[in-house]
């Protein structure tokens, strides 16, 4: 069974057939998985081979998977800057970032997104991020190589109704614990997350250690029209670089 060598959740196979759950719902690494489950089932059907639905860094994640047993339902940044009611500056190590990408407590969220790209599993089309795979391999040998500068990425919590678990436990003035019992959407620095996940798989199978380095976040409290005033400033400043360069 794919999902138990990948220490993913066994049931989830189950779980679809039964429709208590939906492919939809999976993220890309338990779509590869099921996908290569399937191909291996089907006596390597190539209509299944998931090299004709992913890209080489999709696959190449996948490869280098080794899931966080440990049950992460908050994340936990210390030492955070707390800018207002809305806003937090903090320091995140890439140690986190893999477990937190991993246990999906990090999330792209298309409806705030450019638009999203789609891939037809079986009778289905699954929208999925769309991603410069060329950018994240790049991205990713350069982290392993020599390291990028810290830049910073958004992230934010997507109001909706209800009171948001989110937690400011101040040490001293403005600094201190901000405790996230919620999912963050990445507005702004997937790819640069992707990477740093790539590379950090990478490292973690060849030595059993995880990759030193960190990264600073910018959490925004804000609502959906927000988020996409973020992505479009975002769009616009990198549009501008490029220009320039």
């Not at 209509?47 to 936990?76: G, T």
């Not at 790049?138 to 992230?155: H, P, R």
């Not at 963050?184 to 990477?195: K, N, T, V």
């Amino acid at each position: 069974n794919n999902f138990i060598e990948k220490t993913l959740n066994s049931s989830t196979v189950s779980l679809l057939f039964n429709e208590e759950k939906f492919v939809e719902e999976l993220n890309e690494i338990e779509l590869i998985c099921l996908a290569d489950g399937l191909y291996k089932y089907f006596s390597s059907n190539e209509k299944l081979n998931p090299k004709k639905y992913f890209s080489d860094i999709s696959l190449e994640a996948y490869r280098n998977y080794m899931n966080v047993i440990e049950d992460i339902s908050f994340i936990k940044l210390h030492n955070a800057i707390q800018v207002n009611d809305e806003e937090y500056i903090a320091v995140i190590s890439y140690e986190d970032i893999y477990k937190y990408m991993s246990a999906s407590r990090l999330s792209y969220n298309l409806q705030s997104q450019r638009e999203a790209t789609y891939k037809k599993i079986g009778n289905k089309y699954i929208a999925v991020p769309t991603i410069n795979n060329k950018s994240v391999k790049e991205m990713s040998e350069a982290i392993l190589c020599k390291g990028i500068e810290s830049t910073q990425v958004v992230l934010s919590y997507i109001v909706g109704e209800g009171i948001p678990k989110i937690k400011f436990e101040p040490l001293y003035e403005n600094i201190g614990d901000l405790i996230i019992e919620e999912i963050l959407c990445i507005i702004d620095g997937y790819h640069r997350l992707s990477a740093i996940c790539s590379s950090v798989a990478k490292h973690l199978a060849k030595t059993k250690q995880y990759l030193q380095g960190y990264l600073t976040v910018k959490i925004l409290i804000a609502d959906m029209a927000r988020a996409r005033k973020v992505v479009a400033e975002s769009l616009n400043e990198y549009h501008k670089e490029t220009k320039c360069s």
